[in-house]
């Protein structure tokens, strides 16, 4: 049987535009090689990352769904569901494993309708605002979780 844990990297609508959508706010490096990225940094700390993008709710909410009881943490931007989506932070929820909220701008910065989160108050901690090295943060923060328990 692996020892290795398993983490759930999940992409909300319009990420799979990465790299080429409004690069001024979101940078240049696509889903693609963030992914790859991941991978290869979560693989060297023995953890199997499984990438999923949806520009559908129903199939985040699926995806998450099937994941539980067998998932050890779950990253994810959820983009615009962020601050719509009650179905996504219920079945995050559900799951009952740490889940680190993930965007690549300063969402707080922003518009107002996106300073609410529905997933952030179930969520251990939300990183945003690092470009690409948001997601390098969030899988080191869940590499420590994962390891110690402890978000620090
Ligand atoms: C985003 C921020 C969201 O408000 C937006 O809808 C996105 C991307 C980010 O990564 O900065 O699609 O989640």
Redesign the pocket.
């Known amino acids: 049987m692996s020892t290795h844990k398993r983490v759930l990297l999940l992409h909300?609508?319009?990420?799979q535009l990465l790299g080429r959508r409004e690069p001024e706010?979101?940078g240049t490096t696509t889903l693609d090689q963030i992914n790859e990225m991941l991978r290869a940094r979560a693989a060297d700390s023995a953890i199997d990352l499984i990438a999923f993008q949806s520009n559908h709710e129903g199939d985040l909410v699926d995806k998450i769904g099937e994941h539980f009881g067998n998932i050890d943490g779950v990253l994810i931007?959820?983009?615009?569901y962020?601050?719509t989506s009650v179905a996504i932070r219920d079945a995050l929820s559900a799951l009952n494993v740490p889940v680190i909220e993930?965007?690549?701008?300063n969402?707080a910065a922003?518009e107002s309708f996106?300073h609410h989160s529905f997933v952030a108050p179930i969520a251990v901690g939300v990183i945003?605002g690092f470009g690409v090295n948001?997601y390098r943060l969030a899988l080191d923060a869940m590499i420590g979780l994962l390891s110690d328990g402890s978000p620090h």
């Open positions: 909300g609508p319009n990420l706010i979101y931007n959820p983009a615009a962020t601050h993930i965007h690549l701008s969402v922003r996106r945003a948001s």
